[in-house]
Nanobody, 122 residues
Framework: QVQVAESGGGLVQAGGSLRLVCLVCGYTDNFYTLGWFRQVPGKAREGVAAIDNDNKTLYGDSVQGRFTVSLDNARKTLYLQMDKLKPEDTAIYYC????????????????WGQGTQVTVSS
């Protein structure tokens, strides 16, 4: 059973940075995609960034150039470095797992974590 757990959220001013961490446990496949998503009340879960086992990455248009996704295979840990944060980045951020090819479509994902809140003040 795959389990994921997000951490690293918090309150930050616009223009600031945060790094989110997702610990992945129980994953035995050699081929996988891990991704970050975010959701605000009343809206669908939005794909933010993803990376697969070949280190291919994919980003949502709204975060391209500001966020960086990375993976430490040895520690089974997924990261999301968020720079130049904007108030519209405020959301609960989730990580999830899928299969290649790399995708940021939420329906392709399973094994969601509980999420971590990111709040960006103006």
């Amino acid at each position: 059973q795959v389990q994921v757990a997000e951490s690293g959220g918090g309150l930050v001013q616009a223009g600031g940075s945060l790094r989110l961490v997702c610990l992945v446990c129980g994953y035995t496949d050699n081929f996988y995609t891990l991704g970050w998503f975010r959701q605000v009340p009343g809206k669908a879960r939005e794909g933010v960034a993803a990376i697969d086992n070949d280190n291919k990455t994919l980003y949502g248009d709204s975060v391209q150039g500001r966020f960086t996704v990375s993976l430490d295979n040895a520690r089974k840990t997924l990261y999301l470095q968020m720079d130049k944060l904007k108030p519209e980045d405020t959301a609960i951020y989730y990580c999830g797992s899928s299969l290649p090819p790399v995708t940021i479509r939420a329906p392709d994902y399973g094994y969601w974590g509980q999420g971590t809140q990111v709040t960006v003040s103006s």
